[in-house]
């Protein structure tokens, strides 16, 4: 897998670049929350991201909290990881990574580069 960022300077959105490092389950998704939603009307998402795989997702300005989730086949959800709310609106891109972190409360994290 190769990581690239893209430097060039969005106004109004930004590119994230998330890849999943987390092996235990078979695909996740990731949910950028804004206060006003909840992950079953969020407008941005990525869907049945596999290990080891890169996705990339360009979202408005704004306040997010990031939700993953893994959804077994009874339709049962897995809450992974949680962030606190996330401000994406000074220009830029972000580059994801999503792993395992046994100090964090829900066992994983997302770390940002």
């Given amino acids: ?3 690239t960022h893209d430097h060039r300077p969005r106004a109004f ?3 994230i670049d998330l890849a999943n490092l ?3 389950y078979e695909a996740l998704d990731v949910y950028f929350v804004k206060p ?4 079953e009307s969020a407008e ?3 869907s049945y991201v596999e290990f080891t795989e890169l996705e990339t997702l360009s979202i408005a300005s704004g306040e997010y909290e ?5 959804e077994d086949d009874n339709e049962t959800l897995t809450l992974l990881y949680q962030s606190e709310p996330i401000s994406f609106d000074s220009a830029g891109n972000h580059t994801m990574v ?3 972190d ?3 409360p829900l066992g994983y994290l997302i770390s940002t580069f």
């Fill in 36 to 39: 006003t939603e909840t992950i």
């Fill in 13 to 15: 959105t930004h590119q």
């Fill in 66 to 70: 990031i939700n993953v989730v893994f």
């Fill in 1 to 3: 897998m190769t990581l």
């Fill in 102 to 104: 046994d100090s964090q």
């Fill in 98 to 100: 999503l792993h395992k």
């Fill in 44 to 46: 941005y998402k990525l």
């Fill in 22 to 24: 987390v092996f235990d």
